[in-house]
């Protein structure tokens, strides 16, 4: 073959943009029911048994002052609100244009436990709002994910190790605030 080229995955950074940080906080008192100071984690994506969301349970019982925000729909959706009933969780449902970039950029850690990312669009999108990711190291995510430079890998499946990135990117504004840019 001749003239062919690799196109690599992109967003668009002006949907996905760190200008939808500033006065952000309508939208995070949203996602955080009314608590807007506290630790505020989040999942974009599709609500499937296949994305290991069910693992943050465990990262939000482990570090009790952070918040969980889920964006998104699908089939493991009742599950779910069932599985984290009485945590620290929103559900937001589908999010779509202006909503959704303020959703991202209202986050402290993006977290994608999901072990089957091929192509994690939520990844950037997150990145682009400068919040950085937490994501399994399996799949598609490190080649997104430079593990203490843009965000943190953990291992898949390693609730400790999940729970051990986000905690370090929580308790620290500075790395947070330096990986997200």
Known sequence: ???????????DTDVFSSKFNESNIEMRSIMTDGQPTRPL???VGRLGREKNIN???????????ARLAVVGAGPAEEE?????????????????GEALSRAYAAADVF??????ETLGFVVLEAMASEVPAVGAA????????QDGVNGFLFRPGDVD???????????????RQKMGQ
């Not at 693992?55 to 002052?65: S, Y």
């Not at 977290?111 to 089957?116: A, K, L, Q, R």
Request: proline residues 4%; aromatic residues 6%.
């Open 1 to 11: 073959c001749r003239n062919v080229e690799v196109w690599r995955k992109g967003i």
């Open 41 to 43: 984690l989040l999942y």
């Open 55 to 65: 693992m943050i349970k465990d990262v939000l019982q482990r570090i009790p002052q």
């Open 80 to 96: 779910l609100k069932e599985h984290f009933q009485g945590t620290d969780t929103v559900f937001m449902g589908l999010m779509s």
């Open 111 to 116: 977290v994608m436990p999901s072990e089957s």
């Open 138 to 145: 399996a799949g598609g995510i490190p080649n997104l994910v």
């Open 161 to 175: 190790d999940l729970t051990l990135k986000v905690r370090k990117l929580i308790s620290d504004t500075r790395l």
